[in-house]
């Protein structure tokens, strides 16, 4: 039996701006398992990031966890103090950025930002930080890490400060790591590297990844689940393979379709409608403005998430009653 890791359920992160209540997460279930790599993909504002922000909870003003269970191992860290929090993490839940610059700070070194991490859990005196920091940043590949390590992030390429990044929040090697599009700020060349390293990373130290993107070709390439988002809501989970062969729900289908393959002749096919507004969020199932398969019943109340074969799950009334094109070929 695969052990689950973390557990979320039912989770509900709200903001509460002066134009309204944002419904930005509206009861999200899912769960990580020891050693996996999962894959959160939705489009833009469907709500992937503010997810892991309140998995870490970190979610800035105005918004507010207002219902659901977060637990890390059995424990639930919604009943967590900010101290006990802060323990938890980097030392067992860490993230990286799209920006790598939002996770370091401009003003000091590399060797002393880093260093901040090692202490602030430990004691640990400044020798042996200085090789746990060489080991890091050889770990991540950045080169004369001994010269560099004295250097601050601006003298940094984008690809280099993602690495210092990296090496930050693995620094105490946590057992899950949210990376929340780590790639796409950077060059195409560039964004190769840096996800083989996450996965070598990632199997060296044994730990377990959810790799939050816009690209199914990402998902495909380095994830055994996927949790497919829209506007707030859980729309499919599956395997991998299963999702990409046989998509249960229309979202997943066109997310499917929009992605951009070389032996395609076909450009493009981009999904019609915009992501709703969270604030008034469509009534019932949020996807059925957007839907040609939308009935009556979809327009009055929200599907709930069910089990349709082990492991797949999907949140749509209709899901029996059509078929959908997966692709014909995961990475051709
Ligand atoms: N500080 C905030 N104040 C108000 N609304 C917010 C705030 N942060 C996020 N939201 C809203 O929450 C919703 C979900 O945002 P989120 O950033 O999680 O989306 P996402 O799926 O990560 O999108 P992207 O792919 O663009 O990163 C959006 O509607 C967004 O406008
Ligand atoms: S529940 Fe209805 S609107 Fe929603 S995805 Fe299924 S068919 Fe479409
Ligand atoms: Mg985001």
Redesign the pocket.
Known sequence: MTETLLKVEGLKTY?Y?EAGI?K??DGVSFDVRKGETLGLV??????????SLSVLRIV????RIVEGKIELKGENLLAKSEKEMQSIRGREIAMIF?DPSSSLVPVYTVETQLRDVLSAHEKISKDDAHKKILDLMNLVGIPEAEIRMREFPHQFSGGMKQRVAIARALALEPELLFA??PTTALDVTIQAQVLDLLEDLKKKMGMSLVM?T?DMGIIAKMTSRVVV?YA?NVAEIAKTDDLYYRPRHPYTALLLAAVPRLDRKKTLSIIPGNIPN?IEPPSGCRFHPRCEFATKKCEEAPPVLEEVEPDHFVACYEWKNITLKGETGKND
């Open positions: 903001f701006t944002v930005a997460v939705g489009e833009s504002g469907s709500g992937k990031t503010v997810t800035p003003k105005p918004g799209q929340d599009e939050i816009h988002m707030g969270l």
